[in-house]
């Protein structure tokens, strides 16, 4: 099965196993948990954008604008779920 | 065969996947959601309990079931691109799989809305409701979208199954593809996972 990407398959692995267990985080009910949940979001977005959109290979302008885009989306979240939340 | 298209490590370093005016909109489309996802997190955190109450009512199992067939279509279309590189005649075969998981996507859809519609909850019924139908409705478009580009990808394949068209835009319709992947595993995380204070 030489077609099959290892790299691309591992993090394909990755996304599943982590979709799987911030399901489960979202039961501990904790403070925490929605740190866990937002954080682990943002991780599997990033995966998603560099590995299968390969914007780990593109030019510096688009691996700035995307770690721009997940740095403020997670503070932004992050603020307003601690912060503004309380 | 260009630097694009052998799909190693070096040929692909300072490769700007697909046409590069596809990225403004890409972009576009990220600030947007993430405008879209910040306001949802306002209201979660105003309204806890009347907003946590609505969302104890979502399948999270549909959810996850939903992220999984698309992160795998994403595989699928990721391997496509590989396979075009290649000029393998998988290509095709690749492009319907993702096809299929993207069309099971909308089919769990249906039967999610339709359940929630079924139970009384719809658009106007409350807070939570609205920014779940809006925002999964405005994602399901994207999906709808992307179904549409992944048929005429295949229609873009010889008999044999290898790709014929430009290679730029099998790759940006592979990223469009991806965005829509990006975006629901942002809205999974936040519509179906985040909970916030007593209603936690």
């Known amino acids: 099965m030489t077609w099959i990407s290892k790299r691309l398959t591992v993090f394909w692995l990755v996304l599943v196993a982590v979709s799987v267990l911030s399901f489960e985080s979202s039961l501990f009910g904790s403070k925490a948990a929605g740190a866990i949940v937002i954080v682990i979001g943002l991780l ?6 560099s590995e299968f959109m ?5 030019p510096l302008v688009l691996r700035a604008l995307f770690g721009a885009w997940l740095v403020v989306l997670g503070a932004a979240l992050l603020g307003v779920f601690y912060i503004l939340g309380g | 065969m260009n630097p694009a298209t052998d799909g190693n490590e070096t040929a692909l370093r300072g490769h700007i996947p697909g046409e590069p005016g596809l990225w403004v909109l890409i972009f576009g489309d990220l600030l ?9 997190a306002v209201s979660l955190v105003g309204d806890p309990d009347a907003m ?3 969302q104890q009512k979502l399948s999270r199992g ?3 079931a939903n992220t999984i067939l698309l992160l795998t279509s994403s595989w699928f279309i990721a391997h496509a691109v590989n396979a075009a590189r290649r000029g393998s005649p998988r290509a095709r075969r690749l492009i319907l799989a993702a096809l299929a998981l993207g069309t099971a996507f909308v089919g769990v859809k249906v039967v999610e809305w339709g359940g ?4 009384g909850d719809t658009l106007n019924s409350s807070s939570f409701f609205t920014f779940y139908f809006m925002y999964t409705g405005i994602h399901l478009l994207h999906v709808l979208i992307g179904l549409g580009v992944l048929t005429w990808l295949a229609r873009q394949c010889d008999s044999s199954g290898a790709w014929t068209g430009p290679f730029a835009v099998l790759e940006g319709s592979a990223v469009f593809w991806h965005l829509v992947d990006l975006l629901w595993v942002m809205l999974f995380a936040l519509l179906y996972l985040l909970r916030h204070g007593a209603a936690a």
């Open chain 1, 44 to 49: 599997k977005a990033w995966i998603v954008g």
């Open chain 1, 54 to 58: 390969e914007i780990r290979c593109a």
């Open chain 2, 32 to 40: 947007v959601f993430g405008v879209l996802f910040v306001t949802y």
């Open chain 2, 52 to 54: 946590g109450l609505s």
């Open chain 2, 62 to 64: 549909l959810g996850l």
């Open chain 2, 116 to 119: 929630h519609i079924g139970h």
